[in-house]
């Protein structure tokens, strides 16, 4: 296999953030396949793999793509599409496996979602379920794996978690809390997607994959507070508007208010694994527990574990993106041509500690009882690239970022003149 050409569609998405690695260091030759391929430029393995610009909803688009694939991975949602994106979502597939099809593709892997079709669910779930059948209709076989609540870092479901348990001491939601969920930890969703490469037992089957416990969905945010050493009780209330409650999560997490408004209402339904099948076709998979998934998770709270999901040369953005805070800020030509790039171009500002200082970089920590922040400058060519990074540890750590927010761009502004 190591010599076939891998499809990895959704390349901007999070699970293909973390597959696309995994099959590079296993060998493989990828292709990454995304609307707009200028979004994949901060990507540390961007320059590895072939990308190419289609769209599943432009059927034309697909052949070169798929052009001597041998296997692909179809990782695309439209959530993000607002209303009518079932249709879309179903379309697409259609484009897809026709597609795929007409290349000569031999296999697909397909990543849905978790729940039972013979029982009311929410519209997403339902169509997560209804894009595998789309897939499974065409010639070319298709291994489907179906997903819960994907623990790890930068997972939407995992940060929607994350954000909410550490901004409220008394976390409200909607009855929906009390069903079932069976969290698996967003490692383990990679081991099963690898290991569908080689194990050819389950080409045409469908399974269903999640973590060693089932929980509550209150219990996985009470979970998360307890590893993070947080006291928080949970308040759910009979009837809480699904357009509320996702403009909350929407304005206080990382998860638009158009995907949060999807993962809420598939919160109404079980989410556990019914039929274990994936346990015994796939035994190479070792299931880690959620507890250590979201330790984890924390563990990887520093800046070079974070995905560079914005533009290397954006002039200026704020995102919140795996646990953190995060102003970035370009100024171009900020380096005048009378400088010597060969010495120091930055200078630490006090009260911070200097974890690295190289001639054309600085990164700096700054520890507090509400989070913990470092600011990382460089220089590129003649630009001065700066970007802070905050996580907030509970109420405070909010506080402080949304009050400081405006004084910090300001200092951005003006540090390297200050450096200088």
């Known amino acids: 296999?190591?010599?076939?050409?891998?499809?990895?569609?959704?390349?901007?998405?999070?699970?293909?953030?973390?597959?696309?690695?995994?099959?590079?260091?296993?060998?493989?030759?990828?292709?990454?396949?995304?609307?707009?391929?200028?979004?994949?430029?901060?990507?540390?393995?961007?320059?590895?793999?072939?990308?190419?610009?289609?769209?599943?909803?432009?059927?034309?688009?697909?052949?070169?793509?798929?052009?001597?694939?041998?296997?692909?991975?179809?990782?695309?949602?439209?959530?993000?599409?607002?209303?009518?994106?079932?249709?879309?979502?179903?379309?697409?597939?259609?484009?897809?496996?026709?597609?795929?099809?007409?290349?000569?593709?031999?296999?697909?892997?397909?990543?849905?979602?978790?729940?039972?079709?013979?029982?009311h669910i929410a519209p997403h779930m339902r169509s997560r379920i209804e894009t595998g059948r789309v897939l499974r209709e065409g010639r070319v076989p298709v291994t489907e794996f179906r997903a819960g609540v994907i623990a790890g870092e930068g997972s939407f479901s995992f940060e929607m978690i994350r954000f909410m348990t550490e901004l409220f001491p008394l976390v409200p939601g909607p009855t929906w809390l009390n069903n079932r969920s069976q969290p698996i930890a967003a490692q383990n969703v990679i081991d099963y997607l690898m290991a569908a490469l080689d194990n050819w037992n389950g080409h045409g089957q469908v399974f269903e994959i999640g973590g060693p416990q089932i929980f509550l969905y209150k219990d996985l945010m009470l979970q998360y507070a307890r590893v993070r050493g947080l006291k928080r009780k949970m308040i759910l209330l009979p009837y809480i508007p699904l357009w509320f409650m996702a403009w909350g999560v929407g304005l206080m997490t990382p998860v638009p208010r158009r995907i949060a408004h999807a993962l809420i209402g598939g919160l109404s339904a079980d989410s556990v694994v019914q039929h274990p099948e994936a346990w015994t076709v796939f035994p190479e998979v070792k299931l880690i527990g959620f507890t250590e998934a979201v330790r984890d998770a924390l563990a990887h709270l520093h800046p070079a574990h974070v995905e560079r999901v914005w533009k290397s040369d954006e002039h200026l953005a704020s995102l919140k993106h795996e646990g953190f805070f995060i102003l970035h800020r370009v100024v171009q030509d900020g380096i005048p041509h009378s400088s010597n790039v060969k010495e120091p171009l930055f200078s630490p500002p006090k009260n911070w500690q200097v974890e690295s200082n190289e001639p054309l970089q600085i990164l700096l920590h700054r520890p507090q009882s509400f989070g913990e922040e470092w600011i990382e400058q460089r220089a590129a060519g003649r630009d001065i690239i700066s970007t802070c990074f905050f996580v907030p540890r509970g109420l405070g750590g909010f506080l402080y970022w949304y009050l400081s927010y405006p004084f910090r761009v300001l200092f951005f502004r003006g540090w390297w003149h200050i450096c200088k």
């Open 1 to 119: 296999m190591r010599d076939q050409l891998i499809l990895v569609t959704g390349a901007t998405g999070y699970i293909a953030s973390r597959l696309i690695p995994r099959l590079l260091d296993a060998g493989h030759r990828v292709r990454a396949l995304a609307r707009n391929p200028r979004q994949l430029d901060g990507r540390a393995w961007s320059r590895l793999v072939d990308v190419v610009p289609a769209d599943v909803m432009d059927a034309a688009s697909l052949a070169p793509a798929l052009e001597e694939v041998h296997t692909a991975y179809y990782l695309i949602h439209s959530m993000s599409s607002g209303r009518g994106y079932t249709e879309k979502e179903l379309e697409g597939a259609h484009n897809f496996s026709s597609a795929c099809e007409a290349a000569g593709v031999k296999h697909i892997i397909y990543l849905g979602g978790l729940a039972d079709p013979e029982q």
